[in-house]
């Protein structure tokens, strides 16, 4: 059963912008896992942007409750190249509430515009 769904948009120059203009902020958004490839070298800024967009997406699936934090939600991708969701804290014990048992994750960046949808399933 579906719990919730959310789709998100993120501009990809505003959103390296507001990282150039606030340096402490991707430290805010993600935890050190999402910031660097495993080649250890920093991910790039669509890639950052759409992970951006899977976290609004995630609390947009949730309903949108106030007090989830950034960092407890974690997009990372298999081997196989699929993007996926890792939750605790905050988002897991939302999801826990309502009964999300898996994620569905998708991403995209093309145009400048970097985007997610996110399916919370129970």
Same mark, same amino acid.
């Given at each position: 059963?579906?719990?919730?769904?959310?789709?998100?948009?993120?501009?990809?120059?505003?959103?390296?912008?507001?990282?150039?203009?606030?340096?402490?902020?991707?430290?805010?958004?993600?935890?050190?896992?999402?910031?660097?490839?495993?080649? +250890?070298? &920093?991910?790039?800024?669509? @890639? =950052?942007a759409?992970?951006?967009?899977?976290?609004? %997406? $995630?609390?947009? *699936?949730? !309903?949108?409750?106030?007090?989830?934090?950034?960092?407890?939600?974690?997009?990372?991708?298999?081997?196989?190249?699929?993007?996926?969701?890792?939750?605790?804290?905050?988002?897991?014990?939302?999801?826990?509430?309502? +009964?999300? &048992?898996?994620?569905?994750? @998708? =991403?995209?960046h093309?145009?400048?515009?970097?985007? %997610? $949808?996110?399916? *919370?399933? !129970?």
């Amino acid at each position: 059963m579906i719990i919730g769904v959310g789709i998100d948009v993120a501009e990809i120059d505003r959103f390296g912008a507001a990282l150039e203009r606030t340096p402490e902020l991707a430290q805010r958004l993600f935890i050190e896992a999402e910031l660097m490839l495993s080649s +250890g070298e &920093r991910r790039g800024v669509a @890639s =950052l942007a759409a992970r951006f967009a899977a976290k609004e %997406a $995630v609390a947009k *699936a949730l !309903g949108a409750p106030g007090g989830l934090h950034w960092t407890d939600a974690e997009v990372y991708v298999e081997d196989s190249g699929r993007p996926r969701l890792r939750v605790r804290g905050t988002v897991a014990a939302c999801a826990a509430e309502l +009964g999300v &048992r898996s994620w569905h994750v @998708s =991403l995209s960046h093309d145009a400048g515009v970097a985007s %997610a $949808v996110v399916i *919370a399933e !129970g």
